[in-house]
Each structure stands twice: as C-alpha cells, then as structure tokens.
C-alpha cells in the first residue's frame, strides 16, 4: 500500500490489533482502537472549530497522551501541527505563533499564564484553547471531546502537503522552522524501523524520555506506532520510575537523550534490585559517547544492544550504529563513530568549493534523501544557503568518513576553533573530556586569545565529590590528541541548560565567557580573567 498520510502508519495496526496496548503513561492504558477513537474526536472538534487542510495547529504539552492525540487528529484532517516546546517563555511562545501562522493554540492549562500574557497581542489571529476551563476561552478541550464522535474522520491523503512545522533553534539566530511533508515523515519513519529493528516485533514495548515534542520524540513516536508496538510514555527524568517502569513493563527497547543520561540512570542507587533483563535494544543520540557510558549500559542491561545515531530535524533520516561490549572494552576507534546512512538516506563530505573529500579528510556532510525538510517556512533565502544542486542539505556538520563509510562527527561548522593556525573541532575534545573520571559533562569552545587568534575553553561539570586541575585535565587531554587541542582555559559549572532535545544551551554559555574575556583587558596581557583559570599559551 502506498502511504499519503502519515496516519496511515498508525491505522493500520488499529485494524490489526485494536485490543492490543498503544500506549501507556502512568495509571492511563489505550488500546489501539480506544487510541484511536480518541484520536478521532480530537479530530471532529477541531473540524467543528473550523480548522481546515492546511491550517495551522499549534500544540503546547509536556509528555503525554494528549499531545499525541492532537498530532494525529491535525494528520488526519489534513491540517499542519505546529509543536511547542513548552518551556518557552512567552515573548518566544508569541514569536513562533506568529512565524508559523498558526491560527490555533491547544495548549495545557498550567502554561494559562503564558498564553494570557501574549493572547491580547494576537486577538483575531490565533484562537486558544485550553486543556482546563478558564473565564476567556470557556470550556476546556475535554468537555468539548465528550460531544465528539469517534468515527473516522474523511482523510485528507495528500504526501507533499505539509504535516509538520518543527522549529529548530541550531547554534545562533532565531528559531528555524522546517517544513516536514507527509511523504518524508513517512519515509523517515520507515528508515527508522529499518535501521533499529522495530518493525521486525510488534511485541516491543517502548519507553521514550525525551520530549515528544522534539524530532527525537517525534521520530521515536511514530516508529512505535506504525509496527503496531506498544509506547511507554515518561514525562520527567526519574531514575527510580523509569527503573520501575522497565521492570514492570518489561520493557523492549530504551530511548534517553543525551547519552550521560544513562549514567545518571545507572548511578541510581538501588539499580540492582531491578530486573532489566528485557530490555533488548538501548538507544541514544544528541551528544558524544565513552567507553564508560557503554560499558556501564552492557553491564546492567545484560540482553541488550546499544544503537547510537546522528539526525537533524531537517535531514529526517541519520546515521546509525550498534557499539559492541568489544568498542568498549578495546576502546576501539569506531566507538567514536556516529555510524553509516540510515536506509533511504545518502551522505558525502565535501570541501569548501563543493568536491567530495576522500576518507579521513574532514569536511561539511551533505545529505540526500527523501526524508529531508521542505525547506524553511517563509524563510527562502535560508531555505536558498542550505539547498545545493541536486537535493544536497548543507547539515552545518563537520565530519569525516572511513574506508567502511561509518561517519565521525568532528564538530558544527560555526563551533570550529581556530587556534594558533591550526583547526580545532570541539566535539572531538569534548569526548576526550569527557573520558576524564572527574566529569560528569562539559563544552568546548574558542574563546578571543591575543596570541593565538582563538584559545579553547572548556567549561565542565563535575561528579560528586570529584576535583579535577586544568593541569591534570590537559595532561589527560595529550593521551589522547595533539598538544595544541587541549583547553587553555577552564571553568566550572554546577548543572548546564538544557534545550528540549537535551542537549546543553551551548552558544549561551560560550558567547558569556566571549564577551567576559573580550572586555577584560586582564586577559590580553595573560593576567587571570575573573573566574576563569588560565593555561600557558606556549606550544610543548
């Protein structure tokens, strides 16, 4: 059967397994078919409130059932989701409204003063509706589903119609929102199940952390649905529930982002007294890996596999690959990997003027595949920079390929240090940081330096109760890579921002430490800047 609606993939199972579990989140269990009645009342209501194809939904919603009630409800009728995430402030709340043309916010009632905030501001161009009653907008979203039909509503099947705006923030600038078509949210679920495995059992039972909201989640989502698996929805890290979760569950495959996360999972205390025994797959992604992180995750799930993978919202599709006990144990090059092309995706590493680079030289990864965005909505100049003849997505990614095509990412393109004319790339020393017994997480980034243009910083976190020097941090830094990569300057922090993919607010933190030292006339005759400790300039 050839798929127009990304619904499709859901509805299917509900015909194949309507009595089966679709989802779970706390005390709350579906079926596929009571899944998908919900679904359809959800979709009737917006119907009767007028949304139309092409409109646009916006959703506000931490993890939940709800959340994915509405994302399938605005596939069906052919109308475009607009995902929030919902620790946005309410200037930036209003920002994305406005940049999506969204004529409709469903959002949760503890986000009500957010919303009332920005809802004058935009009286007669977006409607709001709440998750709870409330004195401006009347009933809340359930009292107006009681009233619903859960038949199925008539389907818009249109596959380059759009079905998502997914904003993305990148490194700087404002928000990007990428154009997500039926046909590639398809084709990018499908290379998903492939890549991973999932569609092989629809038995697996699936715990996802990450922010649903997110292309991750997202993803993730969509890919348990559509092989008729089972998902196991947790709306905020806990150790002890997700361990609880797993045993009780026995729960298939495992979902946390970044990778550090299993740490935190696996330092709980108590995390022997769990049966993990069922967990068959362990994934992660948004952010470099260790032989520690691997070794700790084969040491307590004792059946599984770990996936780790490579993606932007814009590209869809990524990379993936499975890290062996043996990668870990032998510390083997590859475990630096990010891994090869999903299926249905393409990959090359190019120079500045656009040519192929052989292995080992690094450069910019172009993608190709049918999974990439549209481009950018109403932004066509940048849509313009990041297209290149033929389909190529410019990924901003430094990376570097071996002869067996398995990808190493080096670093973004705008957080290339360069030192002392020499090019640093700051995820390569972030994982030898990372390495170090001391540190919990870090980044690394050039800050200005008179004598050597760019110096490299890094800014950590420590584990408990542990100390690390700059001394003893550079000294673990040459076992691993050249001299002149090794931070120069350091300092520490108690805990980093996260975004809603879970990974660190990186160009937050560095752009303070760049304006701290570029006004502070200490640091260009070698003296300490405040706060931050300084490294000899000289190359040993």
């Given at each position: 059967m050839f798929y127009e609606n990304v619904s499709q993939l859901l509805m299917v199972n509900v015909r194949r397994y309507p009595g089966k579990a679709a989802v779970v989140h706390g005390d709350i269990r579906l079926t596929y078919k009571e899944f998908n009645g919900r679904i359809n009342r959800m979709a009737h209501m917006l119907l009767e409130m007028g949304v139309r194809p092409g409109d646009k939904v916006a959703s506000m919603f931490p993890n939940g059932i709800m959340l994915l009630e509405i994302y399938y409800a605005v596939q069906k009728i052919g109308a475009v989701i607009v995902p929030l995430n919902f620790r946005l402030v309410s200037r930036e709340i209003q920002y994305l409204l406005e940049a999506s043309d969204a004529s409709l916010l469903l959002f949760d009632g503890q986000f009500l003063g957010h919303v009332r905030e920005i809802a004058p501001a935009l009286w007669g161009r977006v409607a709001f509706l709440c998750s709870r009653e409330t004195k401006e907008w009347g009933t809340s979203i359930g009292d107006r589903l009681e009233a619903c039909s859960d038949l199925e509503p008539a389907l818009e099947p249109d596959g380059e119609a759009l079905s998502r705006i997914q904003f993305t923030g990148g490194s700087t600038g404002?928000?990007?929102?990428?154009?997500?078509?039926?046909?590639?949210?398809?084709?990018?679920?499908?290379?998903?199940?492939?890549?991973?495995?999932?569609?092989?059992?629809?038995?697996?039972?699936?715990?996802?952390?990450?922010?649903?909201?997110?292309?991750?989640?997202?993803?993730?989502?969509?890919?348990?649905?559509?092989?008729?698996?089972?998902?196991?929805i947790c709306d905020v890290f806990d150790p002890e529930t997700i361990l609880r979760l797993i045993e009780g569950e026995r729960v298939t495959y495992l979902m946390l982002l970044p990778p550090s996360t299993y740490l935190r999972l696996l330092d709980c205390p108590g995390v022997e007294r769990f049966d993990l025994s069922s967990v068959k797959l362990v994934q992660s992604a948004a952010g470099c890996t260790t032989p520690e992180i691997v070794e700790k995750i084969y040491g307590a799930f004792p059946n599984c596999v770990m996936n780790y993978g490579w993606g932007q919202t814009e590209s869809g599709l990524g990379t993936s690959m499975v890290m062996t006990r043996q990668m870990a144990a032998e510390n083997l090059p590859r475990i630096k990997s990010v891994g090869r092309p999903m299926p249905f995706l393409e990959a090359r590493v190019v120079d500045e003027d656009?040519?192929?680079?052989?292995?080992?030289?690094?450069?910019?990864?172009?993608?190709?595949?049918?999974?990439?965005?549209?481009?950018?909505?109403?932004?066509?100049?940048?849509?313009?920079?990041?297209?290149?003849?033929?389909?190529?997505?410019?990924?901003?990614?430094?990376?570097?390929?071996?002869?067996?095509?398995?990808?190493?990412?080096?670093?973004?393109?705008?957080?290339?240090?360069?030192?002392?004319g020499e090019n640093v790339f700051a995820q390569e020393v972030e994982g030898v940081i990372k390495r170090h017994p001391s540190v919990q997480e870090c980044i690394v980034f050039g800050v200005p330096e008179r004598t050597m243009g760019e110096a490299v910083m890094a800014v950590v976190s420590l584990r408990p109760g542990k100390t690390v020097t700059l001394?003893?941090?550079?000294?673990?830094?040459?076992?691993?890579i050249s001299s002149y990569k090794k931070p120069r300057y350091l300092d520490f922090i108690d805990r980093f921002d996260m975004d809603d993919a879970g990974k660190i607010r990186k160009s937050r933190v560095a752009e303070r430490y760049r304006l701290k030292l570029r006004n502070e006339k200490r640091a260009a005759k070698g003296l300490t800047p405040v706060g931050v400790t300084p490294a000899c300039v000289e190359e040993e």
């Amino acid at each position: 059967m050839f798929y127009e609606n990304v619904s499709q993939l859901l509805m299917v199972n509900v015909r194949r397994y309507p009595g089966k579990a679709a989802v779970v989140h706390g005390d709350i269990r579906l079926t596929y078919k009571e899944f998908n009645g919900r679904i359809n009342r959800m979709a009737h209501m917006l119907l009767e409130m007028g949304v139309r194809p092409g409109d646009k939904v916006a959703s506000m919603f931490p993890n939940g059932i709800m959340l994915l009630e509405i994302y399938y409800a605005v596939q069906k009728i052919g109308a475009v989701i607009v995902p929030l995430n919902f620790r946005l402030v309410s200037r930036e709340i209003q920002y994305l409204l406005e940049a999506s043309d969204a004529s409709l916010l469903l959002f949760d009632g503890q986000f009500l003063g957010h919303v009332r905030e920005i809802a004058p501001a935009l009286w007669g161009r977006v409607a709001f509706l709440c998750s709870r009653e409330t004195k401006e907008w009347g009933t809340s979203i359930g009292d107006r589903l009681e009233a619903c039909s859960d038949l199925e509503p008539a389907l818009e099947p249109d596959g380059e119609a759009l079905s998502r705006i997914q904003f993305t923030g990148g490194s700087t600038g404002l928000p990007k929102g990428a154009m997500r078509t039926h046909s590639a949210d398809i084709c990018e679920t499908i290379g998903v199940m492939n890549s991973n495995m999932m569609g092989a059992d629809p038995d697996h039972v699936v715990l996802v952390q990450c922010p649903l909201e997110h292309h991750g989640g997202h993803s993730w989502y969509m890919s348990v649905f559509a092989s008729g698996a089972t998902l196991v929805i947790c709306d905020v890290f806990d150790p002890e529930t997700i361990l609880r979760l797993i045993e009780g569950e026995r729960v298939t495959y495992l979902m946390l982002l970044p990778p550090s996360t299993y740490l935190r999972l696996l330092d709980c205390p108590g995390v022997e007294r769990f049966d993990l025994s069922s967990v068959k797959l362990v994934q992660s992604a948004a952010g470099c890996t260790t032989p520690e992180i691997v070794e700790k995750i084969y040491g307590a799930f004792p059946n599984c596999v770990m996936n780790y993978g490579w993606g932007q919202t814009e590209s869809g599709l990524g990379t993936s690959m499975v890290m062996t006990r043996q990668m870990a144990a032998e510390n083997l090059p590859r475990i630096k990997s990010v891994g090869r092309p999903m299926p249905f995706l393409e990959a090359r590493v190019v120079d500045e003027d656009g040519r192929e680079l052989p292995p080992g030289q690094v450069g910019e990864c172009l993608v190709k595949s049918p999974a990439v965005m549209k481009g950018y909505y109403r932004q066509p100049e940048l849509t313009a920079r990041v297209f290149e003849d033929g389909g190529w997505l410019r990924t901003g990614d430094m990376m570097w390929k071996d002869e067996d095509g398995y990808l190493y990412l080096m670093s973004r393109k705008k957080d290339m240090i360069k030192s002392g004319g020499e090019n640093v790339f700051a995820q390569e020393v972030e994982g030898v940081i990372k390495r170090h017994p001391s540190v919990q997480e870090c980044i690394v980034f050039g800050v200005p330096e008179r004598t050597m243009g760019e110096a490299v910083m890094a800014v950590v976190s420590l584990r408990p109760g542990k100390t690390v020097t700059l001394q003893e941090l550079q000294d673990h830094c040459k076992n691993y890579i050249s001299s002149y990569k090794k931070p120069r300057y350091l300092d520490f922090i108690d805990r980093f921002d996260m975004d809603d993919a879970g990974k660190i607010r990186k160009s937050r933190v560095a752009e303070r430490y760049r304006l701290k030292l570029r006004n502070e006339k200490r640091a260009a005759k070698g003296l300490t800047p405040v706060g931050v400790t300084p490294a000899c300039v000289e190359e040993e």
